[in-house]
């Protein structure tokens, strides 16, 4: 088992673009949390999701963040018409299931640099 | 307000001495407690959750619910001890869910 792969590694994008970051989660795993950590900060969750289901974004930005985690594929975190402030690193976990005691795995995560 | 407070940016001792590593919590009721820890190039890994009270790498941490504290110790610092540690809270009965992530210690053992 590989262990929750995010892609890409780092990306760059100016400013206006829309950035795409993926998480494809461990075998068998079917939640997703992402969460972010900007310079100087600790991570802060954004976004838990099922397959097919959102089940908790109290951490999502109100505007231009959005997540997916479809039935087939990875999961997504879409920010669109990306601005300086977005440029952070973004981590995926997974587990198998959403109850107290199955623990989530973390990637090695995305680092956006928004120019 | 949630929030994990973790006073020192960098640690630095040399091997064989004592760690520890603190950690302040501010939350209205009985979270969950943990600690992370990120060596070079790794990934983020579980090290330790206060409901296990487990002893893992010769490392314990004791929930302090009085003082609002859940400091890491090791009573004989390794050189593969050097990582980056971070300690974190989730709300009761939420387990991994929703973790509430301090701004991390960078340990670093000299020989």
């Known amino acids: 088992n590989a262990g929750v792969m995010q892609n890409p590694r780092h990306l760059v994008r100016r400013r206006g673009q829309e950035a795409r970051l993926r998480c494809s989660p461990m075998k068998g795993h079917s939640h997703v949390y992402w969460y972010r950590q900007l310079p100087e900060e600790g991570l802060k969750f954004m976004v838990y999701?099922?397959?097919?289901?959102?089940?908790?974004e109290s951490g999502m930005p109100k505007e231009r963040f959005s997540a997916e985690f479809p039935k087939e594929g990875p999961s997504i975190l879409r920010i669109q018409q990306v601005v300086r402030g977005d440029s952070a690193a973004y981590f995926c976990a997974s587990s198998p299931g959403g109850t107290e005691n199955t623990e989530a795995f973390f990637g090695q995560g995305t680092r956006l640099t928004v120019v | 307000a949630q929030r994990v407070t973790q006073p020192e940016k960098l640690l630095s001792v040399f091997k064989g001495a004592p760690v520890e590593l603190k950690c302040n919590y501010s939350?209205?009721?009985?979270?969950?407690l943990f600690w992370y820890v990120q060596y070079s190039r790794q990934r983020l890994q579980l090290l330790l959750r206060?409901?296990s009270r487990e002893s893992i790498k010769g490392f314990t941490a004791d929930l302090n619910k009085g003082e609002t504290s859940f400091h890491l110790k090791k009573p004989f610092a390794q050189e593969e001890d050097s990582a980056m540690y971070y300690c974190?809270?989730?709300?009761?009965?939420?387990?991994?869910?929703?973790?509430?992530f301090g701004t991390g210690t960078r340990l670093l053992v000299s020989p």
């Open positions: 206060h409901i």
């Open positions: 999701l099922q397959k097919e289901n959102i089940i908790d």
């Open positions: 939350y209205s009721g009985s979270p969950e």
């Open positions: 974190a809270l989730s709300p009761p009965k939420t387990g991994f869910q929703k973790l509430v």
